[in-house]
């Protein structure tokens, strides 16, 4: 599987940006996704995930009630809307996808996940 991060940019506090992720594989809903983010001088951390069916969706505390995760798998494309952006939030954004055959399942493990996009970059500024 192929991903292909997008729709990162320069932005002021409190603004948001949506990312998608596109995927390559036809079988997009055989697959749980994640988003993580790498901030300068940091471990990669989890961000969110959501399971095939999109159902299924779990949030890292500090993005809760600000960022939402979902997916169109008609168009094989996994989406994180970020609202209320703060400096914080400054790092690479990396989409990730583990096949899981339909079990209606999510991770918030990066090992768990066997595919990564390249990411792209969110720069929040105060």
Do not use: H
């Amino acid at each position: 599987v192929q991903l292909q991060a997008s729709g990162g940019g320069l932005v002021q506090a409190g603004a948001s940006l949506r990312l998608s992720c596109a995927a390559s594989e036809r079988t997009f809903s055989s697959y749980r996704m994640g988003w993580f983010r790498r901030a300068p001088g940091k471990e990669r951390e989890f961000v969110a995930a959501i399971s095939w069916s999109g159902g299924s969706t779990r949030y890292a505390d500090s993005v809760k009630g600000r960022f939402t995760i979902s997916r169109d798998n008609a168009k094989n494309t996994v989406y994180l809307q970020m609202d209320s952006l703060k400096p914080e939030d400054t790092a690479v954004y990396f989409c990730a996808a583990d096949y899981v055959y339909y079990r209606d399942s999510v991770t918030q493990w990066g090992d768990d996940y066997d595919y990564w996009g390249q990411g792209t970059q969110v720069t929040v500024s105060s």
